[in-house]
């Protein structure tokens, strides 16, 4: 039997009243903080949501399915979906609802805002873009906008609403673009790749690799996902863990020389690495894998 997914206008709120508010914003601290920091499944149904994630991390789940959340970035959530979130404690930034009457475009309809606005969306920001600036910078100012009580304030809101959602699609829809043009993504993938192979014993961040290559993280994240369907941290978390596999199978070092070689000051941490990423001990897998191949 299926899981029923509760419908709010407000996470966790369910007055029976109709909305009184067209618009409203808050922190995302101020009510994930309440929930353990994470906003179990749920559903508008007829409330669109933008989530601006200034800092932090986490998880947007659409549909059951995980979007790994890496900051700066804008987080759009058409009415009728089945969405949830999971944030780190350090999660920063807010979150606005506004009716979907009040957009300027109907998410489905056939403009192309409308199309862009009718799917989830979780779009990066790269604030050394104009648009991407403008797009968070435009934000910030909705919500001081809407925390205040000035002359205008309601006309100035939608003005907000309005310009950041243009921008932020027309980032989305070049970045789509940039994706689909094939043999600049193609080089930079194998770039990673062999900066990966020299530097990966080095435990170097995403960010070093995104440096590396001239670009942002977030153009980095978006074209290893678009390529592997995991993130840059997980790309490299992956070539740690097959050369582990290697060693592990094919060697007679101990989980303890192994896990030097592969650049771990601490063993226990790497067998906790490894447990995260198989469910099993360094040994445990060795012994398994060694039986599977008839070693």
């Not at 009184?20 to 353990?36: G, K, N």
């Not at 104009?130 to 009580?149: M, P």
């Not at 592969?262 to 067998?271: C, E, I, K, N, T």
């Not at 990423?277 to 070693?295: H, K, N, S, Y």
Request: with cysteine; hydrophobic share 40%; proline share 4%.
């Amino acid at each position: 039997m299926s899981k029923i997914v509760p419908t709010y206008e407000l996470y966790g709120e369910n007055t029976g009243r109709k909305p009184d508010f067209w618009l409203h914003c808050e922190t995302i601290p101020s009510r994930s903080s309440l929930h353990h920091w994470e906003i179990r499944p749920h559903r508008h149904e007829s409330f669109f949501q933008i989530l601006y994630i200034d800092a932090g991390s986490g998880d947007a789940v659409f549909d059951g399915f995980a979007n790994a959340i890496v900051p700066p970035a804008i987080i759009t959530v058409p009415p009728k979906l089945n969405h949830g979130f999971r944030f780190s404690r350090d999660i920063d930034g807010f979150v606005i609802t506004v009716l979907v009457s009040h957009l300027k475009a109907s998410p489905g309809d056939r403009s192309r805002l409308g199309t862009w606005l009718a799917d989830p969306r979780l779009t990066l920001l790269d604030v050394r873009n104009d648009d991407a600036a403008y797009v968070a910078s435009t934000l910030k100012r909705l919500g001081e906008e809407f925390a205040s009580n000035r002359n205008g304030r309601n006309d100035l809101l939608d003005a907000y609403l309005t310009s950041a959602l243009l921008v932020t699609a027309r980032i989305a829809q070049k970045a789509d673009e940039d994706l689909h043009s094939g043999d600049e993504t193609e080089r930079r993938m194998e770039l990673l790749q062999g900066l990966i192979q020299r530097h990966f014993r080095s435990h170097k961040s995403a960010a070093f690799y995104a440096e590396s290559l001239g670009i942002s993280l977030a153009h980095l994240s978006r074209i290893v996902r678009s390529r592997t369907g995991h993130g840059a941290h997980e790309l490299i978390a992956r070539k740690l863990l097959d050369e582990a596999k290697r060693e592990l199978v094919f060697t007679f070092a101990t989980v303890q020389e192994i896990s030097y070689r592969l650049g771990f000051a601490d063993p226990a941490y790497f067998s906790r690495f490894f447990v995260k990423q198989t469910g099993r001990t360094p040994r445990a897998w060795r012994i398994e894998e060694r039986e599977r191949l008839g070693m």
